[in-house]
């Protein structure tokens, strides 16, 4: 009779092999172990062919083997005292899932391959959603918002690379949207040294894009031209990555051809930002054309549904107020539509389409232009008394909106509408003219300094509407304000004027917010704010108000790396880069007279800067290096200078105060600095240098500065 062996494979033979030799193994050492109980011996029973062994003798152990000699029981199942059958050979154990004792639990197990999760891998797929979605909503907030909520900050140079490659093999459209997104995300949610490594990775990868892209080389080298002209990424970051690419890599290509054929051209700004079809300005006249329209249209049908989904098909939430205010405008042009322009509002309202917010800034735009409206309807005023109350009634306006107690909208006092229709032309003949001290002139002549806030509110929302140039005037101006005629309280209070009224200003210029954030940083870096000054500005808006965001921006820009290069030519350059190349060339001319120069050359030196509104940075520097050196020398330059009339009063008195200012620094450095500016206050007011205003050395200039308490 053939053993159950018979059936095995040879990997079951394999296996039963070894297990028997363990069971022999332990079954040896447990019995010749001196510590074992003699009773185990005695209560197992030897089969029997073999004799026990007799009184008085050595007890004999036996191995057993599973060659065959001693045959087993029933197909190998063993007998009485045997370890039993080993493997079963017999028929599959079958589990009956009928059965009412069946447990799951004995199904056999069955292993599941899975992959495991690479974080890089997942945050790619992300990204892509994110920036499928915003190129068809359009909407900066709500992808900025994903991306912070995605996490994983140290993949954003990733982002980068995802977010040009997919735009560059779409529209034009998707391509300026990319561009602004960046401009976007700078800073506040991805890092400047992000957005350079997401650059050098695309430039690494020029080679496998223009597989893709024929045209990789050109797009890619204006998308890297655009971040610059955007200011996300410095001039010099061009020589860097060229060196750290290899030579006959197709980036090296991409960065020849935004060095020659973009950044090199004059007005490349211009051309570079409108390269995609134009600025978000055209944009913003489009959207409101399209206002206009759909408006119209539900007029003549009289479809809310419709209207509704053509507003939200817009997908431009911050700019709902428009719609209200044109709707409003309709209904008072053609009063019969007055009922569907209320159903409308209501409708809209209700559904959460147009939040209580934009439907009170609509009504409150409206307000304000009620006059320019009454040339074209006469009843305009009493028909926005009629509306306002209904939509109060109904519900969908906000009971806080109100007019004044005698029924007329406010209106601006007569003398400051006259004030700011006259800055405004001394504004755009100033920015045709250059002529600093013309402007100065005028404004002396308009005899109303309590009205500064408000010219530089004007000032930088008619140059925030203007290009890189205006913008630049803007801020060199206002540095020759704060040292002829603006007071730093002026400065401070015409900045919270302009962030008061920033979400306004948002309505014209989309991105008003990072421009007046590059003003406020510029104003610091040209010190004509001081940093302590972010803080007064922030502590005097509103808590509400999106302006407190704009002045965390500003101290974010104030805080990277190199901040005074890239703010001071954040506008491509000119008078920004000027003022800090003058600092040093003030430094070497003052170094070359006092070791031994002629003073009419230093003064001749001094006028070629070409940089009147400057010339306090004479007087500081001279002052501190006659402290250093110890030689009064640098008194008879100051002399020779205000006699021919080269440095005035007011910009020499703004020298001495900024050395003031820095009194307790400079102390550090020069132990006797307090009695040697003391020393040159009398001198100066001797000499008729100094502004009355300033006083006494021992009374005015030389007291500590106030403390500033919130």
Excluded at 7 to 28: C, G, H, P, W, Y
Excluded at 301 to 311: H, L, M, N, V
Aim: glycine fraction near 6%; aromatic fraction near 6%; proline fraction near 4%.
């Amino acid at each position: 009779m053939a053993s159950g062996e018979g059936f095995l494979t040879d990997a079951q033979r394999e296996m039963l092999k070894i297990a028997s030799l363990n069971v022999e193994n332990n079954a040896a050492t447990l019995s010749s172990s001196p510590k074992s109980p003699k009773t185990l011996l005695s209560d197992i029973k030897l089969p029997a062919a073999i004799k026990a062994p007799t009184a008085g003798a050595a007890v004999r152990h036996v191995r057993r083997s599973h060659s065959g000699k001693y045959r087993a029981k029933k197909d190998g199942a063993g007998g009485k005292g045997t370890w039993g059958k080993l493997i079963d050979t017999g028929s599959e154990l079958y589990v009956d899932h009928n059965d009412p004792n069946y447990d799951s639990g004995e199904e056999p197990y069955q292993l599941i391959g899975s992959t495991v999760s690479d974080p890089l891998d997942d945050y790619k797929k992300a990204v892509v959603s994110i920036i499928e979605e915003y190129f068809s909503t359009g909407d900066v907030a709500v992808a900025a918002s994903d991306l912070r909520e995605l996490g994983s900050a140290e993949y954003h140079p990733y982002f980068i690379k995802r977010l040009v490659s997919m735009a560059m093999d779409r529209h034009d459209k998707e391509k300026e949207m990319a561009s602004v997104l960046l401009s976007a995300l700078y800073a506040d949610v991805i890092s400047p040294s992000q957005i350079r490594d997401g650059f050098i990775i695309l430039l690494e990868s020029a080679d496998d894009l223009t597989v893709d892209v024929l045209d990789a080389v050109d797009v890619l080298a204006l998308f890297l031209a655009r971040a610059v002209v955007d200011d996300i990424l410095p001039p010099a970051f061009l020589p860097r990555a060229r060196k750290a690419l290899p030579e006959s890599s197709k980036g090296i290509q991409v960065i020849q051809t935004a060095e020659k054929t973009y950044l090199c051209t004059p007005h490349h700004a211009e051309l570079v930002e409108r390269k995609w079809g134009g600025s978000t300005h055209i944009t913003v006249e489009e959207v409101k054309r399209k206002i206009t329209d759909l408006l119209r249209e539900y007029v003549e049908s009289g479809d809310a549904f419709e209207a509704c989904r053509c507003i939200r098909e817009l997908g431009v939430s911050f700019f709902h107020h428009e719609v209200v205010k044109r709707a409003l405008v309709l209904a008072m042009e053609i009063q019969t539509a007055e009922p569907l322009i209320l159903k409308l509002l209501k409708e809209a309202a209700d559904e959460g389409l147009i939040s209580s917010s934009q439907m009170a800034k609509g009504f409150a735009r409206l307000a304000e232009s009620l006059d320019d409206l009454s040339l074209d309807v006469p009843s305009a005023k009493a028909l926005f008394q009629s509306l306002v109350p209904k939509a109060i009634s109904e519900g969908w306006l906000d009971a806080s909106f109100s007019t004044t107690t005698n029924g007329e909208v406010k209106t601006q006092d007569e003398k400051v509408k006259q004030y700011k229709q006259q800055i405004e032309t001394i504004i755009h003949e100033y920015f045709l003219s250059d002529d600093i001290p013309e402007l100065i002139r005028s404004l002396e002549d308009l005899k109303a300094p309590e009205l500064n806030p408000v010219f530089l509110k004007k000032l930088i929302t008619i140059a925030m509407d203007r290009k890189n140039r205006e913008k630049e005037m803007a801020s060199v101006l206002l540095s020759a304000l704060h040292i002829e005629i603006f007071s730093s309280e002026d400065i401070v209070n015409g900045f919270i004027l302009l962030l008061e009224s920033a979400e306004d200003t948002a309505l014209d210029i989309l991105d008003a917010s990072n421009e007046l954030a590059l003003f406020l940083a510029r104003a610091v870096i040209d010190d004509v704010l001081a940093p302590l000054n972010l803080e007064e500005i922030d502590f005097s808006l509103p808590p509400s108000c999106s302006g407190s965001e704009t002045v965390r921006m500003a101290r974010s820009l104030l805080g990277a790396r190199h901040a005074g290069e890239r703010i001071l030519r954040c506008w491509g350059g000119g008078s920004g880069w000027a003022v800090e190349d003058a600092k040093d060339k003030i430094q070497k001319l003052l170094e070359e007279y006092e070791s031994g120069g002629v003073v009419s050359e230093a003064c001749q030196c001094i006028r070629d800067l070409a940089m009147p509104f400057f010339n306090h940075e004479v007087v500081k520097k001279a002052l501190v290096m006659a402290m250093e050196k110890k030689n009064d020398r640098m008194l008879d330059l100051l002399q020779e200078c205000f006699n021919e009339g080269l440095i005035t009063i007011n910009q020499m008195s703004k020298g001495f105060t900024r050395i003031n200012d820095g009194l307790d620094d400079l102390a550090l450095d020069i132990p006797n600095a307090r009695e040697k500016f003391s020393f040159y206050v009398e001198y100066g007011h001797n000499k008729g240098w100094l502004l009355c205003s300033l006083g006494s050395p021992a009374d005015d200039v030389l007291a500590p500065p106030p403390v500033m308490v919130p």
